[in-house]
């Protein structure tokens, strides 16, 4: 069993940056690839920055988004700095992990606010 836990959202102001978390907790050897998504209302979810091997981000996150890991603690991120109204989402990460029986599964996390003020 594997559990996601995402942190790192809130209101910020123009500009301004946050940094989200997502944390796997549980039967894990290792986080093999990693997403994070985002979903502004009335939307559909967009695939924001992923790590697959290469590093891939939207046009519109390009320059001011990074996403990375820390492996030892099984722990993604996404670095968001510069931010515009428009990033105003609920943020959620993907990770596929390698599981102790050897197997791999994809998961999400629970999904954080990110709310920009102009």
């Known amino acids: 069993q594997v559990q996601l836990v995402e942190s790192g959202g809130g209101l910020v102001q123009a500009g301004g940056s946050l940094r989200l978390s997502c944390a796997a907790s549980g039967s894990i050897l290792s986080i093999n690839d990693m997403a994070w998504y985002r979903q502004a209302p009335g939307k559909q979810r967009e695939l924001v920055a992923s790590s697959t091997g290469s590093t891939n981000y939207v046009d519109s996150v390009k320059g001011r988004f990074t996403i990375s890991r820390d492996n030892a603690k099984n722990t993604v991120y996404l670095q968001m700095n510069s931010l515009k109204p428009e990033d105003t989402a609920v943020y959620y990460c993907?990770?596929?992990?390698?599981?102790?029986?050897?197997?791999?599964?994809?998961?999400w996390g629970q999904g954080t606010q990110v709310t920009v003020s102009s």
């Open positions: 993907k990770v596929v992990v390698l599981t102790t029986s050897f197997r791999e599964y994809a998961y």
